[in-house]
């Protein structure tokens, strides 16, 4: 199994910030079937890979615990919503530290997709960096998926 | 009841960090008759620090940046001090909060970090921790004092 075109546009139109896109493109995937696999590969792809961009010279727990706090201070919304020792579990299996195993599906998928975003905004990709972050993750993706 | 000179003495050498004279200090501390002075005293000092650090912004932002930067002492206390429970109870002291599903134990031992960490911001110095003290000594013995109607009679 690989990547499809529609899954990478899907994740395009998410990290390209626009949510109408997003959502959109996201309604082209069946969420029932090999799409549900694929796209969440390419997500987790594309969390590990930000998170390993923002953090590569600077993997130290005080650095994730304020990360988290700055993105959480955000908006009220995402202080409640954003479980914050959940989210630094994350960021620091992503960096090769613990584990998450005990963190339901559902949950994990939901604080990547939140905590993506507020990396993606941060990086401020213009489009050409962002194609190329797009294809390293889908590499990566298409590696996962074997 | 009320506050005794030994309960404030405990909490004192705590928050100016005297690690060995707290020890010394607290093996006197009688776990049953002491209990509730030294909670309550301690549990004062919480509110009035709380109230010195947050009174003008007790924003959400701010509470999630404080927290945020007492957990990051060190790795143990990244991993033991769990920041949704610290925001609670700082919350708490302006407006009621939820401590559903944590335990007593948790809850008094996350409030006393904190503690230590709002004094430890305060940079207070051994005169500034003693009327704070006294401060605390104060409110935690009205507090006594409503608690038990039998000592204002």
């Known amino acids: 199994m690989t990547v499809s075109d529609t899954q990478v546009a899907t994740l395009r139109a998410f990290l390209a910030g626009g949510e109408s896109g997003h959502n959109a493109q996201r309604a082209l995937l069946d969420r029932q079937a090999a799409d549900s696999l694929a796209y969440g590969a390419l997500l987790a792809a594309a969390f590990s890979e930000a998170v390993n961009r923002r953090f590569a010279t600077q993997t130290t727990s005080w650095r994730v615990v304020k990360y988290v706090a700055d993105v959480r201070s955000r908006s009220t919304r995402t202080a409640n919503a954003v479980n914050p020792r959940k989210a630094e579990r994350l960021i620091l299996e992503a960096l090769g530290e613990g584990t998450t195993a005990d963190i339901d599906g559902k949950t994990s998928s939901w604080l990547k997709l939140a905590l993506l975003t507020a990396l993606m905004e941060e990086a401020s990709l213009d489009s050409a960096q962002l194609d190329e972050f797009i294809a390293r993750v889908t590499k990566m993706a298409d590696h996962l998926l074997g | ?153």
Not at chain 2, 62 to 77: E, G, K, M, P
Request: charged content about 30%; aromatic content about 10%.
């Open chain 2, 1 to 153: 009841v009320a506050v005794t000179d030994l309960q404030v003495s405990v909490l004192r050498a705590y928050l100016a960090g005297g690690w060995e004279l707290y020890q010394m200090l607290r093996a006197k501390l009688n776990r049953e008759a002491d209990r509730k002075g030294y909670g309550m005293v301690a549990m004062a000092a919480f509110c009035e620090a709380v109230d010195r650090q947050f009174a003008k912004d007790h924003s959400q932002e701010a509470i999630i940046q404080f927290v945020a930067l007492a957990r990051s002492r060190n790795d143990d206390t990244v991993q033991e001090i769990d920041p949704v429970l610290a925001e609670r109870l700082i919350l708490d002291v302006f407006e009621d909060s939820s401590f559903d599903g944590y335990s007593r134990q948790e809850t008094a031992g996350t409030r006393l970090f904190l503690l230590a960490a709002l004094v430890s911001k305060a940079a207070f110095s051994d005169r500034d921790l003693n009327t704070f003290l006294a401060k605390s000594r104060k409110l935690a013995d009205r507090w006594l004092e409503q608690d038990d109607p039998a000592e204002g009679q």
